[in-house]
C-alpha cells in the first residue's frame, strides 16, 4: 500500500465516445474502473468542465475527476477544480498514458516534466508547477513508423487488453487497498 494522502484523483483522457477504448484515455479508463468496483458513478459539474465522485468525508473525502475537455487541455479542468477545493497541487494524482512505459507497467511520480504528454504539459501551464504526483501507466511505442498522435488513438489489441486490466486492478489494489 502506498502512503500517498490524495484529494484529487484525476485522469486524463478524452470525451467523445470515439475515444473511450483508445490507449490516450488509459487515465479515463482508470478512473471508471475504479469507480465502478465501488459501485460508484461520475455526475457532470458543467462549471468545473468535469464529471466528478467525492468519496469519504470532510478532510478524508477524495475526489475522483475526469475531463469533458480534450486532453491537451486537462489544465484548464485542473485549475477549476483546484481553485474550487482549494487543494495544493501537491494534493494532485494525475493518471495518464505513457509511451516510455511498456504495457503492463506504471510509475508513481512527482515533480516531474511532461516529457512530451500534452495534457501534463497543459496542467503544469495551468498549475505553474509540475510539483504534483503522477501515475503512468505504459501504452508502449508503437512497432511501426506511425505517427505518435494517431498511435495513441488506437485501441490496444485484445492481448494488451487483458494486460491493462490486470495492471489497472494490480494498481487499484496497491492505492487504494
Do not use: W
Request: net charge positive; aromatic share 10%; glycine share 6%.
Amino acid at each position: 500500500m502506498l502512503n500517498y494522502s490524495m484529494k484529487l484523483i484525476f485522469g486524463l483522457g478524452n470525451p467523445d465516445k470515439k475515444y473511450q477504448a483508445t490507449r490516450h484515455n488509459l487515465g479515463q479508463k482508470f478512473i471508471r474502473q475504479y469507480l465502478d468496483q465501488c459501485y460508484l458513478s461520475l455526475a457532470p459539474k458543467k462549471t468545473l468542465l468535469a464529471e466528478i465522485c467525492e468519496v469519504g468525508q470532510g478532510s478524508q473525502k477524495n475526489i475522483f475527476a475526469i475531463s469533458t475537455g480534450y486532453i491537451n487541455n486537462s489544465g484548464q479542468t485542473i485549475q477549476k477544480l483546484v481553485n474550487f477545493y482549494k487543494l495544493d497541487p501537491q494534493d494532485i494524482l494525475v493518471v495518464h498514458d505513457d509511451l516510455d512505459l511498456p504495457v503492463g507497467e506504471y510509475r508513481i511520480q512527482f515533480d516531474r516534466g511532461p516529457a512530451g504528454h500534452n495534457g501534463i504539459k497543459s496542467i503544469i501551464e495551468h498549475l505553474h508547477t509540475q510539483a504534483f504526483h503522477r501515475l503512468r501507466i505504459g501504452i508502449d511505442k508503437p512497432n511501426s513508423p506511425i505517427p505518435t498522435e494517431d498511435y495513441v488513438l488506437q485501441p490496444f489489441s485484445p492481448s494488451e487488453q487483458e494486460i491493462i486490466k490486470q495492471t489497472l486492478d494490480k494498481i487499484t489494489s496497491k492505492i487504494f487497498p
